[in-house]
């Protein structure tokens, strides 16, 4: 009998590691995905459009880092035509450019089956396709953010240096953006389509959030729906940059915070009741043995 509950213990442990999603799987890749949702109808027009679409962003990605599309590229047609982007990190070189895109084509396919709008976030490049057009518009939606441990207390040439960091990244006119002192890196990029004016305005936010939030921490990321900051603090002992998994890898550490809480207080609970079941015991015992010198 003992033997089958070791057993079966045995068997739901190995379940339990076997379903632990942080296991590597084929989307381990990106940071985040948005996807509506209202689905189009398989075998549409608009599905159609959405996969010639995608099939241009891989051809055309050898020559540059962004590009818009609009397919059919004549007289709007609502609910058939597909308005998309790619665009990669700005000091990424064109192959390495394809195979992320491509990566991400493959990964929206999947993440966002048959939604009429999906955008894709990589480490390094992103997609986006809509049925209505985004392009130039504006757009500060905060869709990601997240900090790192905190810098220990007493570091404040570290502190400053981050400071350094992410206020360097608020300067200057470029969509894409980095800065560096010492140990740490930092990068903020705008999506290719916001004027010089628009992407200031976007950066302003995403670079004020990451200062206010994470100016503390070794690391930290703020995603806006147009524009992004980010920063990393190299060479220390701790976790140094946030997980860049996405939301099913961040939703999973909240479980685990939520895990150790209850453990905890399962914990505490259970040592009352024991506690109660002792002293009840001990109370017993004390009136049998009423005579004994120990218990008046
Ligand atoms: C895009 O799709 C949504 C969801 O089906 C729909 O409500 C909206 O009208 C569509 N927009 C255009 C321009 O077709
Ligand atoms: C879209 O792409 C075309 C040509 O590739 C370009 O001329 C245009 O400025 C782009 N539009 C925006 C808003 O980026």
Avoid at 58 to 78: D, G, H, L, M, W
């Amino acid at each position: 009998m003992s033997k089958t509950k070791t057993t079966l213990l045995c068997f739901l442990l190995t379940a339990v590691i076997l379903m632990n999603p942080s296991s590597s799987t084929p989307t381990d890749n990106y940071i985040y995905a948005v996807c509506s949702p209202a689905k189009f109808s398989p075998g549409s027009g608009y599905e159609t459009n959405l996969n010639s679409l995608l099939s241009s962003f891989v051809s055309s990605t050898v020559q540059i880092r962004y590009a818009n599309f609009t397919v059919p590229n004549k007289k709007p047609e609502p609910g058939v035509t597909v308005y998309g982007v790619f665009q990669c990190r700005g000091d990424l070189d064109p192959t390495a450019c394809s195979t992320c895109v491509s990566r991400a084509n493959a990964q929206i396919g999947t993440l966002c089956s048959n939604s009429y709008s999906g955008f894709l976030m990589m480490d390094s490049c992103l997609v986006q396709y809509d049925n209505s057009s985004f392009f130039g518009v504006q757009d500060k939606t905060l869709r990601l953010n997240k900090c790192g441990q905190a810098m220990e207390f007493n570091d404040q040439d570290g502190l400053t240096r981050i400071s350094d960091v992410i206020g360097s990244l608020g300067s200057g006119s470029q969509p894409y953006r980095t800065g560096g002192n010492g140990n740490v890196q930092g990068v903020a990029q705008c999506m290719g389509d916001l004027s010089t004016a628009q992407c200031q305005d976007c950066l302003s936010d995403a670079i004020g959030r990451l200062k206010s939030d994470c100016g503390m921490a070794q690391g930290g990321y703020v995603y806006l729906s147009k524009c992004y900051a980010r920063f990393s603090v190299a060479g220390s002992h701790a976790r140094q940059t946030p997980n860049y998994e996405g939301e099913k890898k961040d939703s999973k550490d909240d479980d685990n915070g939520v895990g150790k809480t209850l453990a905890i207080i399962i914990g505490i609970v259970t040592l009352i009741i024991l506690l109660v079941v002792f002293l009840a015991f001990l109370g017993k015992q004390c009136r049998k043995l009423q005579d004994e010198k120990w218990c008046k």
